[in-house]
């Protein structure tokens, strides 16, 4: 699956790395429990919308991780799916993408910061 990146999200790098490790814990998630070689149609469009959460994320390049993050601009259903993806292949990506991973327990860390006074749309 190419990681095919225009558009806002190229230009902060910890985003960039951010749709980096969404992909690969979707594709891990996807290859072992959909059993598709690339991504299913679910999957993939659970991909797309991530990256459109991304791309929108009010807190721009100072976005914390999602856990930390105090607004919830996930739909009920898609933060249910991103969910169980991130608990099923959060520990497995540890293995396969150790930096990734320790980079992302880093980030972790950090609290969300204040909250943005003009808030953009989320649509
Ligand atoms: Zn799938």
């Known amino acids: 699956m190419p990681l095919a990146l225009e558009g806002p999200l190229k230009d ?13 814990m979707i594709e891990l998630y996807c290859k072992h429990n959909h059993q598709h070689p690339t991504l299913c149609n679910d999957c993939l469009s659970l991909l797309a919308f991530s990256k459109r959460r991304l791309e929108r994320c ?13 607004v919830h601009c996930y739909k009920p259903d898609q933060r249910q799916q991103i969910r169980e993806v991130m608990k099923w292949a959060g520990p497995r990506l540890l293995l396969k993408h150790p930096v990734l991973t320790i980079q992302h327990l880093i980030d972790d860390r950090k609290t969300a910061p204040e909250h943005p006074k003009k808030q953009r749309t989320l649509n």
Do not use: S
């Open 12 to 24: 902060h790098p910890r985003l960039t790395r951010e749709y980096f490790t969404v992909t690969r």
């Open 58 to 70: 009010i807190y721009g390049a100072e976005k914390p991780t999602c856990a930390n993050c105090n």
